[in-house]
Each structure stands twice: as C-alpha cells, then as structure tokens.
C-alpha cells in the first residue's frame, strides 16, 4: 500500500506535506482562534456561547480591559455595585422584591453585598482605630483609679504591661472579627430566621431564603452607610455620638427597607423592629463575646510568656 503521505515536488527532497495545522509556540496563541467555548467547550458562534453565555476572546488578554472591565462592575449605573447602592438608597424592599422575583442581573448578589460593607467597615476601622483606642483607653484609665479596681489592675499589668493598651489592641482585633465574619453569622442569620417568624405571625408568609436576601441587602447597607457616617461621628463626637449614630442607622434603614416589602401597617413594623433589635442584641453579645474570649487567650499567653 502506498504511504499516506506524498513529497511535494515543489518541496525539498525527503520533506512530506503534513496534513496538520501548525501548532502554535505558545499556548496562549492559540485564545484568539479557539473552536470551542472554554467555559463548556460547546462551538463557538458569535461574540457570546450559545450555551453558557460566556463572552468569547477575540484578542489576547491585556490589562487596559481588564480594569474596564472591573470599573464597569463596580461604577454602572445601569447593573452592578453603583447601581444597587444608588437603588438601596432610593427603594431598599424593592431591590429585595426585585431580586426574589427573578430581577437579578441588575443587581449585585446579595451576598456579594454584605462581604462589600464588610470589606468598607474594615477600612473604616483602619482609618478610625486611633480614635477609638484613645476612647477605651480614657474610659480605662479613669476605671483604674477608682479604688475597687486599683489592684486588679495592678496585678493584670504585671502580666500583660500597659493594661489600657493591651484591652484596646483586643476590642479592636475583636471589631474586625466581628465584621469578618460575625455580621454574617451572628446578624444576617439571626435577622432573616427573626423576620420570617414575627411576620409568619401576622400572616405574611415568607420563605427563609427571601427574608434572607431581605436581611442581606439591609445589613450590607447598614455595613456600607455606617462606614462613612462613624468616621464622621467619631470626629465629632466620639463617645456620645458613637453610641447613638450606629443604632439610629440601622433602625432607619431597615424601617426604609421594610416599605415596599412588608406590609404597612404598624404591627408589620413592629414585627420588623423587634427582629432587628434581637439581632442587634445578639450581634453586639458575639463581639462581646469575642472580645472576652481573645482577651482571655491574650493573658494567658502573656503570663506564660
């Protein structure tokens, strides 16, 4: 049988025709070219898989789009982050109809949200943790004259030093715990099961998860307003206005939330109101709780040190 492959005659003697493409140097020459979908390996047709949606490479991936394409995410005011807060301003129940409807390409995943007021009330704590250290400190070292607590004090600071210094570098370790993950867990949670009994009460039935994106979208707004106004309010007032601007914030927004979700009458707004002070409540005791138990952790490490 003849071999399958032939010479060229216009080729050099001994080199055969080679019935296959020629593979690129590098694999990344081959984006622009690809046959298939890498998302799901369909055909590709168009700009766009007709199976999965996703946007197919043209070119090589450079920096300039990528960043367009991630201010485009945060800043459009027709879809993404821009666009829910500026809705949550405006209509915070009914981003959280919306989104239950099936109205979600517009908005950020709830979720998505609260991990964005999180990350903000991180910043917030890293730019304003001077003034609240100097806040625990003057409240520590004024408790530290009094009489009762003159020999605690004195004993705990043979053990861990400074004592006002060391409480504060721990309240502050434990704010940030408690907005990494604790305001998901001790808030959001405890919110959204609250919320979804007290209505259930009055005759609005609702799902754990719809009250979750509920719950979601109002903390991830406390978290995000809250970010701006305690920078604020520590300048102007840090220990009075502190402890007022937070628990004022919440109250307005989730009361501005519940219109367009819940009923409006004023037993569905105590139903509201009841469920977000024993999440409140529940949310300030996990910090708390935090806080002891990491100032636990701290002297004993200090004294076996």
Not at 56 to 81: A, E
Not at 108 to 115: A, E, G, H, K, Q
């Amino acid at each position: 049988m003849p071999p399958t492959s032939t010479a060229d005659a216009s080729s050099p003697p001994g080199q055969t025709l080679s019935h296959h493409p020629a593979q690129p140097a590098h694999w990344t020459e081959a984006i622009p070219n690809a046959e298939f979908c890498a998302n799901c390996g369909q055909p590709r047709t168009g700009d766009f898989c007709a199976a999965c949606g996703q946007r197919h490479l043209k070119t090589r991936l450079r920096l300039w789009p990528l960043i367009k394409q991630v201010s485009s995410m945060v800043f459009n005011v027709d879809r993404g982050l821009f666009h829910t807060f500026l809705n949550l301003l405006r209509r915070p129940g009914g981003v959280a109809k919306d989104y239950i409807r099936g109205k979600q390409r517009p908005y950020v995943n709830p979720l998505t949200y609260i991990f964005i007021g999180a990350a903000l009330q991180m910043v917030s704590l890293f730019f304003n943790q001077s003034f609240i250290s100097e806040g625990m400190q003057d409240s520590l070292n004024q408790l530290q004259e009094l009489p009762p607590y003159q020999k605690p004090f004195a004993d705990l600071e043979s053990k861990i030093g400074d004592v006002p210094t060391a409480f504060s570098r721990v309240y502050i370790s434990s704010l940030q715990q408690g907005y990494s993950y604790a305001a998901l867990i001790f808030f959001c949670f405890p919110f959204a099961v609250l919320l979804m009994a007290f209505h259930s009460m009055r005759g609005e039935q609702f799902k754990l998860g719809e009250t979750s994106v509920f719950a979601l979208f109002m903390v991830g707004h406390m978290l995000v307003i809250t970010a701006f106004v305690t920078t604020l309010s520590l300048r102007l007032a840090p220990a009075a206005m502190q402890s007022l601007v937070g628990p004022l914030m919440y109250f307005l927004i989730a009361m501005h939330g519940h219109t367009g979700f819940f009923q409006s009458t004023w037993i569905s707004r105590l139903a509201t109101t009841c469920a977000l002070g024993l999440s409140t409540i529940i949310f300030v005791c996990s910090i708390l709780g935090i806080f002891m138990v990491s100032l636990v952790v701290f002297i004993a490490f200090q004294s076996i040190g």
